[in-house]
């Protein structure tokens, strides 16, 4: 899994669990966290999927 995937991810799980304290909190402020662990764990698919398709593509090069 490439760096800047896992690094997505770490991100997409801290965005969450502030959410969850700010919501806990009675806060608002958790709907940004939301939506920046909806744009973190899609930067981590995309990344996943990426280093995919060139590793695949570089085997079937290699072939």
Do not use: K
């Not at 965005?15 to 981590?44: E, I, K, R, T």
């Not at 999927?49 to 290699?62: D, G, P, Y």
């Amino acid at each position: 899994m490439p760096r800047i995937a896992v690094l997505a991810v770490i991100v997409c799980v801290l965005a969450l669990a502030a959410a969850v304290v700010a919501f806990v909190g009675g806060s608002w402020l958790g709907v940004p966290f939301v939506l920046l662990a909806a744009l973190d764990g899609n930067f981590a698919l995309y990344y996943m999927r990426r280093h995919r398709t060139r590793r695949a593509r570089e085997l079937a090069t290699q072939a």
